[in-house]
């Protein structure tokens, strides 16, 4: 197994992105597996490096990254060690930090002799799913997509806050369960998602999307409800729906993770993508 672990490249504002890549090296053209995180996510919650071994044991490069505002630095990848930065994140940036993940991708010359770049797939959880969802739509380089519970609309989610104490305060709080860091969304979130809200338009890129899509979507989900999955799946006619009776958001993960093993439901979604992703 070689991987590449914390590379460092350019965001797309003035933070940089650190990269994994998992493969296993044989010289010979490898399709892709890029995997965009979600929110208050990154590259090595929970059991993303064990999925990562796994993509790479079926023949895939693997890539995984963390968004340049997720909050985690360069120096703590796992930490939200930036609040700051946190606060100031939004889904333009994160859609361009995907594109530029996607050129260091094809270009990078450690990659070279290992990759087929007419096989680029795309893997997102959760809000990172919508960001998936977004770029599949303007980048014809996409092959394929497989969403893992995502989120079906970006725009109407904003509707979920208090819109005026909001712009009067210029920023709201979030509770991180885990960490129980009060973590700040700065009113330009709302900004910039009206201002780019034609991009940012979730439906009307699934409408017109013309690849292959996965939709992976747990039954018990309590973050991100089913019915945005189905959402998702009405609207693509080159969709499928695979819900997973009983699975809850990260599908039986957790951060840390102490186990070897992938959880029985994750296990379930690696192996049904890693099919999706290998199928002609």
Not at 103 to 126: A, F, P, R, Y
Not at 226 to 233: P, R, Y
Not at 241 to 255: D, M, Q, S
Request: with cysteine; aromatic share 12%.
């Amino acid at each position: 197994m070689q991987t590449i672990l914390n590379k460092i490249i350019k965001g797309s504002r003035d933070k940089d992105i650190s990269v994994d890549v998992f493969f296993k090296s044989s010289k010979q053209p490898k399709s892709i597996v890029i995997f965009s995180h979600g929110f208050k996510g990154f590259k090595d919650w929970g059991c993303w490096d064990i999925v990562a071994k796994h993509f790479a044991e079926a023949g895939f490069v693997f890539v995984k990254f963390n968004f340049s505002y997720n909050g985690t630095t360069i120096d703590q990848p796992s930490d939200f060690a930036d609040l700051e930065a946190f606060g100031n994140n939004n889904y333009t940036t994160e859609l361009n930090d995907l594109g530029l993940v996607i050129d260091w991708v094809l270009s990078t010359e450690l990659l070279n002799d290992e990759i087929d770049k007419q096989q680029l797939n795309l893997l997102g959880h959760s809000r990172g799913g919508g960001i998936t969802i977004l770029k599949a739509g303007e980048d014809n380089r996409v092959k394929k997509i497989t969403t893992w519970a995502a989120v079906a609309d970006l725009i109407q989610r904003m509707k979920d806050y208090n819109l005026n104490e909001w712009k009067e305060k210029g920023v709201l709080y979030s509770m991180n369960a885990r960490t129980k860091q009060e973590m700040p969304l700065y009113y330009q979130l709302y900004e910039d998602t009206i201002t780019n809200a034609p991009r940012l338009d979730i439906q009307k890129v699934t409408a017109q999307l013309s690849i292959p899509f996965l939709i992976i979507h747990g039954t018990n989900d309590e973050a991100v409800s089913v019915e945005d999955a189905k959402l998702l799946h009405s609207t693509c006619k080159h969709s499928e729906l695979f819900l997973i009776e009983g699975a809850g958001h990260t599908f039986g993960a957790k951060h840390p993770f102490d186990g070897k093993e992938l959880p029985i439901y994750a296990d379930i979604v690696v192996n049904k993508t890693i099919e999706f992703f290998k199928t002609i």
